[in-house]
């Protein structure tokens, strides 16, 4: 297992070989590995960079993110503008009907509601805004639609987890429980964890996944 110092050294070495980032606005503190980002940046996109960039570092087990978004002046924009900037992204989204999305801007604060088909859909619609002047939080409320699952999900999710290259689909465990499928088991690392959790979303049916599998070298 990774010692928290070295895994916090790996952090904020991460992160100074980004140029998007300052490393030095950005403070990192590991606890039995799982990391916490504070801070202060000026846009959007720094703060779910830093978040990345931190999660696949080796030994990470968990993110704390508590990076605070302050705009420069000449970036910070009305919320009505801001609001006709994420709509007319969202129309021109050729995976989305922005007609079944609401938006809500309250000091830069994006919160979309509404209801899709499929994960991708949900997760594309606030990636898509990470870049819209002014945007200084997102909120994602959208949901899926209640499609009845296939009688074979369980052996889907499965095939689906066995088809994955760096997975080792054997030391999961899969529960379905109607449209919620929890996972247990390990990975060797969270981004194993946030891939094999990405992998289920692609099921039919699957509203809600419990996602408890534990980094393999956790137990070392």
């Not at 980002?37 to 830093?50: E, N, R, T, W």
């Not at 919320?79 to 609401?102: F, G, M, R």
């Not at 002014?134 to 889907?156: A, M, Y």
Request: proline fraction near 3%; charged fraction near 30%.
């Amino acid at each position: 297992m990774k010692k928290d110092l070295e895994i916090q050294k790996h952090v904020m070495d991460e992160l100074s070989w980004i140029p998007l980032l300052n490393s030095n606005e950005i403070g990192v503190a590991v606890k039995n590995g799982i990391v916490t980002l504070s801070g202060i940046v000026d846009s959007y996109p720094k703060k779910i960079k830093a978040e990345r960039v931190a999660q696949r570092v080796a030994g990470v087990r968990g993110i704390a993110e508590n990076i605070e978004v302050r705009l420069k002046d000449t970036d910070k924009k009305d919320d009505s503008e801001i609001a006709q900037a994420v709509l007319y992204e969202l129309e021109w989204h050729c995976n989305l009907d922005p007609q079944k999305i609401k938006v809500l801007v309250e000091d830069g604060n994006v919160t979309l509601e509404g209801i899709v088909n499929w994960d991708f859909q949900r997760k594309s619609a606030a990636k898509t805004l990470w870049n819209v002047k002014g945007v200084t939080g997102i909120t994602n409320n959208i949901k899926l639609t209640d499609t009845p699952p296939p009688s074979n999900l369980q052996e889907k999710i499965n095939s689906a987890l066995d088809r994955h290259a760096k997975i080792d689909a054997k030391r999961i465990k899969v529960k379905v429980e109607g449209h919620k499928v929890t996972l247990s088991g390990f990975v060797s690392s969270f981004s194993d964890k946030l891939d094999a959790e990405k992998a289920i979303w692609s099921s039919p049916g699957v509203t809600a996944i419990e996602n408890q599998l534990e980094c393999a070298e956790d137990m070392i």
